[in-house]
């Protein structure tokens, strides 16, 4: 039995569920008026309910020890400290050192990296403002007017849905597009549009070895030269964020167009870095500093705050307790705001990559549920089609509503429906309709007795459906910051309870190995037999379809 199984937190928690499971929220509300009350958290501008929670007291008491059980303090100022909890990749995970603002150091194996990330974020201001200012001057001395960001994963994600998410701060001095597909339509897609002259490529690889960010760059550089310039033109229209500085300089980027990273930032948590170079060239340096801002406030939250009122704490130790006791498969996230729609799969990309694993730190195979599946998008769009699964369908799917409080250009009569819809669809996961309820409001169909019967049947909402709600006055660069970092740090306690480590992704990096060997087979470069015969015959029919004429 692994150590978390055989925790006496766990065997508790385990009796709690069976003792909570037939209880239904409803009663637990009319009984206790004050469970709003007492069921919330607020910090960094975010307040949290989570009285819609199939939970008790006793439950979150009980979800807390846990949390302390299993090391979360020890194991948090590890990663604060700069130790190398990333074990298999033998790395330290210092993403909170790139928005910390205290003044104080952070220590990586002896060598404070503070000096060379406060250097970095000095280049990204002075880049962003040279650019914005019109001074920075393509090679026929036109200013930079487009921007093409190009990157995948990690190095995607977090600046394409950041400045999505602060379309009201961005900068009219240029404008971003986003590339991360190798599939050719992206890109061309992208240039297409643009005028070579006044365009500047962003290439982010952290590696410089992804196959989709070096392929789209080549293509950018090929479409760069065809229109007219020439490679000692590059300089002025390529830069790069990499920690693979010579692969950078081999490519043909100047060194000095090179923005650096650690192997300290991982993919999913490199937004901060100088990754997020795009968001800073699209919302202007304030904005993306503001987001640093948020997230730091965040980190001291999630360090100091007592577990009960720790907002990260909260939402994991809910997370734990619906997938490993209620068997719930997956969590869906549903931002009430248009903006922030690109929310679920940035959270998808961070929880599943980092939790979606098998085995312990120790290697050994878990005999529990790890991370869930993230799935989401924004509302009220999904209540007109996957809501229904979650209300009346044999899963369940814990959800987390969020809603700004004010909206740009805010219209009130829409967003009084926006918000009335988000509270109306946890209130009614929450409540369900009774079957007396259906039956009764059928009265006046005229239907006979079996036929009401029938239908009140199926109209029957069971309820008891939990969810958290997140409020927060506007979804500013500051607030966003937190957000996420409040997602960032779930996410790791819930790697802590489950022993994973949430900073390695062996099961992507094996995509990236063999879409280079099945490439070798569409090439003709690789041995057919070395590939199954499936895999052989799909090679087969492209390589027929791609035959030269
Ligand atoms: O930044 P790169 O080295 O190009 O990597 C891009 C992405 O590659 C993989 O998919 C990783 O799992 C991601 O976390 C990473 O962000």
């Known amino acids: 039995m692994s150590t978390l199984t055989s925790q006496p937190q766990w065997h508790r928690l385990s009796e709690l569920a069976a003792s909570v499971k037939d209880a239904h929220m409803r009663d637990w509300f009319s009984q206790d008026p004050s469970r709003a009350d007492t069921m919330q958290a607020e910090a960094c501008g975010i307040f949290l309910d989570y009285s819609k929670n199939r939970v008790t007291d006793e439950v979150m008491t009980s979800l807390f020890e846990l949390a302390e059980a299993q090391g979360l303090s020890a194991q948090r100022d590890a990663m604060f400290g700069g130790q190398h909890i990333n ?80 379309k009201p701060y961005r900068s009219d001095a240029v404008k971003v597009h986003f590339v991360a597909n190798v599939d050719g339509c992206h890109i061309h897609d992208v240039l297409s549009s643009l005028d070579h002259e006044e365009t500047l490529v962003v290439m982010s690889s952290k590696s410089f070895s992804t196959q989709e960010t070096l392929q789209n760059t080549q293509t950018a550089k090929q479409w760069f030269l065809s229109a007219g310039g020439t490679q000692e033109d590059i300089a002025k229209h390529f830069v790069a964020v990499s920690s693979n500085v010579k692969a950078a300089t081999d490519f ?17 948590y490199s937004l901060w870095s100088a990754i997020g170079l795009p968001i800073s060239l699209s919302l202007g340096f304030d904005n993306f500093k503001g987001l640093l801002e948020g997230a730091h406030e965040m980190d001291k939250h999630f360090k100091n705050a007592p577990l009960e009122s720790n907002l990260p704490v909260i939402m994991a130790m809910l997370g734990v307790w619906y997938r490993n006791f209620f068997d719930a498969q997956s969590t869906v996230m549903l931002p009430y705001y248009h903006y922030l729609r690109g929310l679920p799969a940035y959270v998808q990309q961070l929880d599943m990559e980092s939790n979606g694993k098998q085995v312990t730190k120790q290697g050994d195979v878990v005999d529990y549920a790890t991370g869930p599946i993230i799935w989401g998008s ?57 079957f007396d309820e259906c039956y009764t409001d059928l009265a006046d169909e005229g239907l006979d007795e079996d036929t009401r019967k029938h239908i009140a049947q199926h109209k029957t909402m069971p309820g008891n459906k939990p969810s958290n709600t997140l409020l927060f006055e506007k979804l500013d660069p500051v607030t966003l910051g937190a957000l996420v970092a409040l997602y960032e740090h779930k996410v790791f306690v819930q790697g802590v309870i489950w022993q994973v480590n949430s900073f390695d992704q062996w099961g992507v990096e094996l995509g990236k190995e063999l879409g280079n060997q099945v490439l070798d087979g569409i090439q003709g470069n690789a041995q057919e037999s070395q590939f199954d015969v499936s895999t052989q015959q799909l090679i087969a029919k492209f390589r027929s379809a791609n035959a030269p004429k």
């Not at 150091?105 to 200012?133: R, Y």
């Not at 043909?252 to 930032?265: K, L, Q």
């Open 378 to 434: 924004e509302g009220t769009n999904g209540q007109h089609s996957f809501h229904q699964l979650i209300h009346q369908g044999t899963s369940l799917i814990p959800a987390d509503f969020m809603l700004p409080l004010h909206v740009p250009n805010q219209n009130d009569t829409h967003h009084a429906m926006l918000a009335s819809n988000c509270f109306g669809q946890a209130q009614a996961l929450m409540q369900g309709k009774t």
């Open 252 to 268: 043909g980027i100047a060194e000095e167009n090179i923005f650096p990273m650690w192997d300290w930032v991982g993919g999913r």
């Open 87 to 166: 074990s298999t990749e033998n790395r330290a995970v210092l993403h909170t050192a790139l928005r910390n603002f205290s003044g104080e150091p952070v220590m990586v194996d002896g060598k404070d990296v503070m000096p060379e990330v406060q250097a970095t974020l000095d280049k990204i201001q002075k880049f962003t403002e040279t650019v914005h200012s019109g001074s920075h001057l393509g090679y026929t001395g036109k200013p930079v007017k487009q921007v093409v960001a190009i990157g995948i994963g990690g190095s995607f994600l977090g600046p394409k849905i950041m400045t999505e998410a602060l």
